[in-house]
């Protein structure tokens, strides 16, 4: 079982920015797809972004396309998010996922690994 950590989460106001990361406490490169979640206030937790073993493939929920980044390091057992021209919609807990099991990616019961979450607020 891998243990993930997040960082990076706080308070800005619209169109500002924030990177959050991941850190892995095992290698996460061979066959571990890795995605960002987010559950705004009284709603579903909903798949943001996911990036494949070797980081060949991104995903991302159309929402949040040209606005952010996935991307990892292998090397350093993390993945982060770049997440630029935040909006107040974009608010809610962030939470890392890994051990992808294949199907929708965008689906939470797909990943068996999860952080505690970082929270991000963005005012208007």
């Known amino acids: 079982q891998v243990k993930l950590l997040e960082s990076g989460g706080g308070s800005v106001q619209a169109g500002g920015s924030l990177r959050l990361s991941c850190a892995a406490s095992v290698y996460t490169g061979k066959r571990l797809a890795m995605a960002w979640f987010r559950q705004g206030p009284g709603k579903e937790r909903e798949g943001v972004a996911m990036?494949?073993?070797?980081?060949?493939?991104?995903y991302y929920t159309d929402s949040v396309k040209g606005r952010f980044t996935i991307s990892r390091d292998n090397a350093e057992n993390t993945m982060t998010l770049q997440m630029n021209s935040l909006k107040p919609e974009d608010t809610g807990m962030y939470y890392c996922a890994a051990n992808y099991l294949g199907g929708v990616w965008s689906d939470r019961s797909r990943y068996n690994s999860w952080g505690q979450g970082t929270q991000v607020t963005v005012s208007s």
């Open positions: 990036i494949s073993f070797d980081g060949t493939y991104t």
